[in-house]
């Protein structure tokens, strides 16, 4: 389910960019999943594969996501010209169901 504050971010982000949007301003977001990243290394390596490897079990795609998978939604964004008020999704599935 999707946070109620977070339905309402994206309310006023859409209501943002129809505002902006005239004057050649894009606003939309990247709402990410779980993401492997150097902010993980505090956790001791064999618990975070554990933790990596039982979250990416229960992802439709199988996988945690790398650092890379929000970065090319990010420059999506910032390079399309006909995409705005939007939040993309990258989450390997996760709010779409378990498998």
Do not use: K, N
């Not at 795609?61 to 999704?89: I, N």
């Amino acid at each position: 389910m999707i946070p109620r504050a977070c339905v309402r971010a994206q309310s006023a982000r859409c209501s943002r960019a129809a505002t902006i949007g005239p004057r050649g301003f894009s606003c939309s977001s990247v709402w990410r999943g779980l993401v492997r990243s150097p902010l993980w290394d505090g956790i001791p390596a064999p618990d975070r594969e554990g933790f990596f490897g039982a979250a990416a079990a229960e992802l439709p795609v199988g996988r945690v996501g790398e650092t890379a998978d929000p970065a090319r939604a990010f420059t999506h964004l910032m390079t399309s010209d006909y995409t705005t008020g939007q939040t993309l999704v990258v989450d390997g599935g996760a709010t779409v169901g378990a498998r």
